[in-house]
């Protein structure tokens, strides 16, 4: 095996493990192996404990560092208080170095006004400007329009919009709540005339 002194990086050289051992040994540390498919398997002398919380440090750094995307949606109609909780929202998800996927559905009759999805993109931009750039621009795939932002630098970022408290809880969107600006296409009995009308029949 090919040992290496772990507090100075020498390299002892190829060892039998009894060799190894007493060299450990004669240090005071423990003989630990750190690539046993390598040819020859590599150990290294070093304190088995310190070795193991070096390790499990690393382990939680990667995990910390690595890159999460938090998807916001919106609406195009959207109230004023509901566009900027969740912007505060954003800015809670940058800071803690999130990128963002922010996707607006469109409804009904919005699909014809389009244009509206792409105008609240760029507001959201506007807005995020002191906190995040823009990855990919403002696209529309099929009934929705979406685009993906970076956080800035940590020393340039500057937060527009108050700390909010508790956690993002999404909006639970469906195809039904979408009844009263869906229009429906019906087919007479005979199945040669289709009739298209607004369907506004709210039960209750």
Same mark, same amino acid.
């Given at each position: 095996m090919r040992v290496i002194i772990g507090s100075?990086?020498?390299?002892l050289g190829i060892l039998k493990t009894e060799e190894a051992l007493r060299r450990a040994k004669?240090?005071?540390l423990d003989l630990i192996e750190v690539a046993p498919t390598a040819n020859p398997?590599?150990?290294r002398i070093a304190d088995f404990g310190k070795f193991k919380y070096e390790l499990t440090k690393k382990e939680k750094e990667s995990k910390h560092s690595a890159t999460k995307i938090k998807e916001i949606k919106f609406r195009v109609k959207i109230g004023t208080h509901d566009y900027e909780t969740k912007l505060r929202h #954003?800015? /809670? $998800?940058i800071e803690k170095g999130n990128k963002l996927k922010m996707v607006l559905q469109f409804r009904g009759r919005e699909n014809?006004? =389009? &244009? +509206?999805g792409i105008a609240m993109m760029h507001k959201i931009i506007k807005d995020l400007e002191t906190m995040a750039s823009v990855d990919m621009p403002p696209k529309l795939v099929g009934r929705a329009v979406g685009m993906t932002m970076s956080p +800035?630098?940590?020393a340039k970022r500057k937060r527009r $919009? #108050? =700390?909010i408290e508790g956690d993002y809880v /999404? &909006?639970?969107d469906s195809d039904e709540e979408d009844d009263d600006a869906e229009e429906e296409t019906s087919v007479t009995k005979d199945g040669d005339e289709t009739v298209t009308a607004e369907n506004t029949d709210h039960a209750g």
């Open positions: 100075t990086g020498q390299q004669s240090y005071g398997p590599v150990c #954003a800015e /809670e $998800f014809a006004h =389009k &244009d +509206l +800035l630098p940590t $919009f #108050a =700390k /999404e &909006d639970v």
